[in-house]
């Protein structure tokens, strides 16, 4: 029996969503591991990756992790979020953030989204930290802390998502942090090669990470980095990831770690797959440009932001449908694409409805459900053909024209 592969949906063929292309040094490499023997974590491939990782993005240093939630969870620590303190997260981004956070027995406090940009409302960030925080003399006497004064509970630091391939406000949230004392974390999973006033993301922050999962821009098979500036952050990231390990000899360890290492098989399809990265986010970039051009003025469609400051790459090409869209009708049209052999997803549903995250702070969300409800993805693998996304546009188009509903 033949497994489910990238590329189908059950049994049918169909344009996938965004699947990975592994045509460039990628066998090569592996090949290398397995020829030399090195396939843990040992071996040359996974200082390289996070070597190749550092300058590529222009940061100091790079701590390879098994993958981006890892990465979060690490940074999480390394920002010294504990037991009962409390980091802002957007409510409108794929659940890992959130879920480091409670990894480390911090709770979210959720953001709403920008209907403008889509990512973390910055205003409300502010609005949040003036009307409900104060900055005091730290409980333990060093430095200062930000305290929620309605819970009494310490604010640490704010996870910004860079969703989709764009960016939020990043060089606002780090100015707000620096006012109230807070870390930023700066999750950059979806956003590897993003720019932000030409400096990439992931580098505004104390801490960034990325993600290599599959469906990510480069993919290492499952992996993730924690990058920073500040060589002890980095060198307590490396320490967490490995056991925590005091002592190369003895086995002394000081603190609970984890086994976090990427091994070197997978850091082989890292290396390999940044290499091809420009000639991606190239890609990725006129395949954005092709559905812009074509849905652009359609009345009912809203297409993917791009703000003058951001040099997107358009990860997961993502579009809105008009504003009286219902929950049904956008799964009424997903349905569709799949029918005629396209496949699309859904925005992720805002976390704080979810059942684990019922109960968490929201700071006056307002957008973030109607973007859930109107928001789609739309197939945009870098190795997508000219005749596939002609295909696309003119389904798109065509299941538009055809349902009432959708205006
Ligand atoms: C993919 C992703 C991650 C990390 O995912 P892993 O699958 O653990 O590598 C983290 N945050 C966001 C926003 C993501 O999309």
Redesign the pocket.
């Known amino acids: 029996m033949q497994s489910e592969r990238p590329g189908t949906v059950g049994s049918e063929r169909i344009v996938p969503l965004s699947v990975p292309a592994l045509h460039g040094n990628e066998w090569r490499y592996v090949k290398e591991c397995l020829d030399t023997g090195w396939v843990s974590s040992a071996g040359p491939f996974v200082d390289r990756f996070e070597r190749d990782l550092a300058k590529y993005v222009g940061v100091g240093h790079a701590v390879a992790t098994?993958?981006?939630?890892?990465?979060?969870h690490i940074a999480l620590r390394v920002a010294l979020v504990r037991e009962d303190d409390e980091v802002l997260v957007p409510t409108l981004?794929?659940?890992?953030?959130v879920n480091?956070i409670r990894y480390c027995g911090a709770h979210p406090v959720f953001i709403d989204a920008d209907p403008a940009t889509w990512q973390m409302d910055v205003s409300k960030v502010r609005q949040f930290l003036t009307e409900q925080c104060s900055v005091e003399p730290a409980v333990d006497g060093i430095g200062m802390e930000c305290r929620n004064t309605r819970t009494g509970r310490r604010v640490r630091a704010i996870l910004p998502?860079?969703?989709l391939g764009l960016a939020c406000e990043i060089d606002r949230i780090v100015d707000l942090a620096r006012q109230y004392a807070l870390q930023v974390v700066e999750?950059a999973?979806?956003a590897m090669g993003v720019c932000y006033g030409g400096r990439h993301v992931g580098t505004f922050g104390d801490i960034g990470?990325f993600?290599?999962?599959?469906?990510?821009i480069i993919t290492s098979g499952?992996?993730?980095m924690v990058v920073t500036d500040n060589p002890a952050s980095a060198r307590l990231a490396r320490y967490l990831t490995t056991q925590a390990r005091d002592d190369q000899f003895e086995y002394l360890h000081n603190e609970v770690g984890y086994n976090y290492r990427l091994t070197s098989l997978q850091a082989a399809l890292g290396v390999a797959q940044l290499e091809q990265l420009n000639t991606f986010i190239a890609k990725k970039r006129a395949i954005a440009h092709t559905y812009a051009t074509a849905l652009r003025d359609l009345d009912c469609v809203t297409v993917m932001p791009c703000p003058p400051q951001v040099q997107s790459t358009y990860w997961l090409y993502t579009i809105l449908l008009s504003e009286e869209t219902m929950l049904t009708d956008r799964t009424i049209f997903i349905q569709a694409l799949r029918a005629r052999g396209i496949d699309a997803r859904p925005l992720w549903h805002p976390i704080h409805r979810l059942p684990p995250y019922r109960h968490c702070q929201t700071v006056a969300i307002e957008h973030s459900l109607a973007l859930y409800k109107r928001g789609l993805s739309l197939p945009c693998s870098v190795g997508m053909t000219e005749q596939q996304l002609h295909q696309c546009v003119t389904t798109v188009k065509e299941i538009l024209a055809a349902h009432g509903v959708l205006h």
């Not at 993958?67 to 979060?72: E, F, K, R, S, V």
């Open positions: 098994v993958n981006g939630t890892a990465a979060l981004t794929f659940i890992a953030p480091a998502v860079h969703t999750d999973a979806e990470v993600s290599f999962n599959g469906n990510k499952g992996g993730g």
